[in-house]
């Protein structure tokens, strides 16, 4: 156990509606991430961050916005969710690589 | 831009037979290379990876890798399946930037690994 905790684990929501997913960790590790996964896509990079209040895009960052005001928690918000933001969201830690994932948060919007 | 080819969506083995997971990259620059392994209901954990030096990489649970530069190729291997090998397999690569490249990693579309009995 890498110490990543995601929450909540599952969340259905509306269209339009703002939500947000949290990433704990307590390995102390510089490097988080946001990832979604989606079938016949893999892994696709949201948000990094390589540092408090350090992050940057990823290739699929559009209608997504992080937050890392401290080492261990790294938060991602939907503004205004869509069908299309439907997916499993995975959190990961690293020293420079995604070493650690979560276990995910399954998110369904209607 | 870089890119990751996973051969094969779905891969059945029997126990005991060897496993040969294919994965092909396209990068600019010397890659970073990784493999990992996702059970049901779960997260990605790491298998192995190449970053630079010795062209064979070992791995947990008896995994092995090779970076074949001629080929473009990180192909996973096991000498021998065992059941609880039943998992998908994702390739992934980033590029080799001084040493970081913050974790921008490309994936495959990942593999599904099904042993038989």
Known sequence: ?110 | AQSVTQLGSHVSVSEGALVLLRCNYSSSVPPYLFWYVQYPNQGLQLLLKYTTGATLVKGINGFEAEFKKSETSFHLTKPSAHMSDAAEYFCAVSENAGGTSYGKLTFGQGTILTVHP
């Open chain 1, 1 to 110: 156990d890498a110490g990543i905790t995601q929450s909540p684990r599952h969340k259905v929501t509306e269209t339009g509606t703002p939500v947000t997913l949290r990433c704990h960790q307590t390995e102390n590790h510089r490097y988080m991430y946001w990832y979604r996964q989606d079938p016949g896509h893999g892994l696709r990079l949201i948000h990094y961050s390589y540092g408090v209040k350090d992050t940057d895009k990823g290739e699929v960052s559009d209608g997504y916005s992080v937050s890392r005001s401290k080492t261990e928690d790294f938060l991602l918000t939907l503004e205004s969710a869509t069908s299309s933001q439907t997916s499993v969201y995975f959190c990961a830690t690293g020293l420079g690589s995604p070493l650690h994932f979560g276990n995910g948060t399954r998110l369904t919007v209607t």
